[in-house]
């Protein structure tokens, strides 16, 4: 019988999706991630959101301001992303890339949180798209359509024949990630395209399905979206993560809110992981025996679609029982971490 591992050493991984949002909300929770991932892309659906390259520099500041002066955390770098609206000027690209940013996420308009001034028709996005394609710039993709005919659980699903695939045919140089997928029509679509497309996958799309939501009253704190889908889908989900294909990699989707805001008639979208991400992965990669597929997940597949080196450095994971935390300070008022108060089995040591 094979012996229960102890610890895990990797290559210090990255975020491929984070929202860090704004102000105190940034300052507490900005750290958290600093001491797990060497970088992160900052998602820019502030209010207002970041959609020029100037606003980009300016969070990127506010960012870096944020972290320890020495220590750990200290060298954690934000790569800055553009929030692509239906007026975003192709000249914004260049202006863009010449600043460092390296992505535009695409929201459909309505789509999720602070995504009012998102994409109404891809088409009107073509030219800026082109640019993209040009200047090497990735394009990262909420993909659920909107339509409020299509059931919510099915607007993954739907996307992929509305929105991806005519957007593949119409720029097949430019890189797409399908971010946070949650269905199996989506991994089954990523296995099946070429080179330039990739999926993020959050740790809570891999650890839970949508009885989650529910278990003993609504549990507003698995609320996100895209929502959680049924177990077909999340076996799914662990298949393509842990399958060794480089085109799946970590992305937590982490989403802080004021436990205040979650807990009322109408709660936002987000699951707010990141004091426990790579636990959290972890726990998920060890249920499915596949715990020497993290590091590729966490730390390779990521930087190798980007195009940027990988890391250097290394964290420890141990196997050792921890509670998470029930509530943690967020500027004035406080916000639940997942699984607050819940005991995971892996802990990162401390650098
Ligand atoms: O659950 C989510 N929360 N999904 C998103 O797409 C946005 C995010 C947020 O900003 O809170
Ligand atoms: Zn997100």
Redesign the pocket.
């Known amino acids: 019988m094979a012996s229960i591992p102890t610890s895990l050493t990797i290559t210090r991984p990255d975020d491929w999706h984070l ?1 860090l949002r704004d102000g105190a909300a940034l300052a507490a929770v900005l750290p958290y991630s600093a001491a797990q991932f060497g970088r992160a892309i900052v ?1 820019p ?1 502030l209010k207002p959101p970041i959609t020029t390259a100037a606003q980009a520099l300016a969070y990127r500041d506010r960012i870096l301001a944020g972290l320890p002066e020495a220590g750990p955390g200290s060298d954690f770098q934000p790569l800055m992303t553009l929030y692509l609206t239906d007026s975003t000027a192709p000249d914004e690209v260049s202006a863009a890339r010449a600043a460092g940013v390296v992505a535009l996420k695409l ?1 459909p308009a309505g ?5 009012d001034a998102g994409v109404t028709d891809i088409r009107k996005t073509y030219r800026t798209l082109e640019a993209m394609q040009r200047e090497g710039l990735l394009l990262l993709v ?1 993909g659920e359509v909107t339509d409020p005919e299509v059931d919510l659980f099915d607007r993954e699903a739907v996307f992929i024949e509305r929105v991806m695939q005519p957007l593949r045919r119409d720029f097949p140089e430019l890189k797409v990630v399908f971010e ?1 997928i949650t269905t199996l029509q989506a991994a089954q679509y990523v296995s099946a395209c070429d080179a330039h497309t990739a999926a993020t996958i959050t740790a809570h799309h891999l650890l839970f399905n949508r009885n989650a939501l529910f278990v003993g009253g609504l549990r507003p704190h698995y ?4 929502v959680l889908k049924r177990e077909a889908h999340r076996l799914a989900l662990v298949q393509a993560a842990t399958s060794g294909s480089a085109r799946f990699f970590l992305g937590s ?1 982490s ?3 004021a436990a205040a805001l979650k807990e009322q008639s109408v709660c ?4 707010f992981t990141a004091p426990a991400a790579l636990e959290l992965y972890a726990e998920a990669f060890d249920a499915a025996g596949a715990l020497d597929k993290l590091e590729a997940f966490a730390s390779f597949n990521g930087p190798d679609f980007y195009s940027l080196p990988r890391n250097h450095g290394q964290v420890r994971l141990h196997r050792e029982p921890w509670t998470l935390p029930e509530t943690l300070p967020f500027g004035d008022a406080t916000i639940k971490p997942l699984c607050a108060g819940e005991t995971l089995n892996w802990r990162l040591q401390a650098a």
Do not use: V
């Open positions: 929202h998602m659906n929201y789509a999720t949180t602070n995504s909420h946070h609320y996100c979206l895209p989707d989403a802080p809110h936002g979208a987000g699951c």
